[in-house]
Nanobody, 118 residues
Framework: QVQLAESGGGLVQSGGSLRLSCAAS????????MAWGRQAPGKQRELVARISSGGITNYADSVKGRFTISRDNAKNMVYLQMISPKPEDTAVYYC????????????WGQGTQVTVSS
């Protein structure tokens, strides 16, 4: 079992910056791929960034070049740096952990609201 706690959300102006943090606990952090997903009102949840246990990153086209995901294995933390966010990035952002050694072990945090004003 993995517990995930997001923080850092809030109101940011378009063109500004914001960093989201996710603290993980309860299991061996280094065997998990970590990701950030988001869900806007009336829309399905979508993955926007993922980092494997080995540090390989992938991004949704909508955020590529603007968002950066990183992890600190020593602190059991994962981050999402948002540069030049746009109003369409407004959503609840969720942290995700996926066990890379066993299927079916996939966890989500409670989410943190990000609102981008124009």
């Amino acid at each position: 079992q993995v517990q995930l706690a997001e923080s850092g959300g809030g109101l940011v102006q378009s063109g500004g910056s914001l960093r989201l943090s996710c603290a993980a606990s309860g299991s061996i952090f280094t065997i998990y791929a970590m990701a950030w997903g988001r869900q806007a009102p009336g829309k399905q949840r979508e993955l926007v960034a993922r980092i494997s246990s080995g540090g390989i990153t992938n991004y949704a086209d909508s955020v590529k070049g603007r968002f950066t995901i990183s992890r600190d294995n020593a602190k059991n933390m994962v981050y999402l740096q948002m540069i030049s966010p746009k109003p369409e990035d407004t959503a609840v952002y969720y942290c995700n952990a996926e066990n890379e050694l066993a299927t079916g072990y996939d966890y989500w945090g409670q989410g943190t609201q990000v609102t981008v004003s124009s």
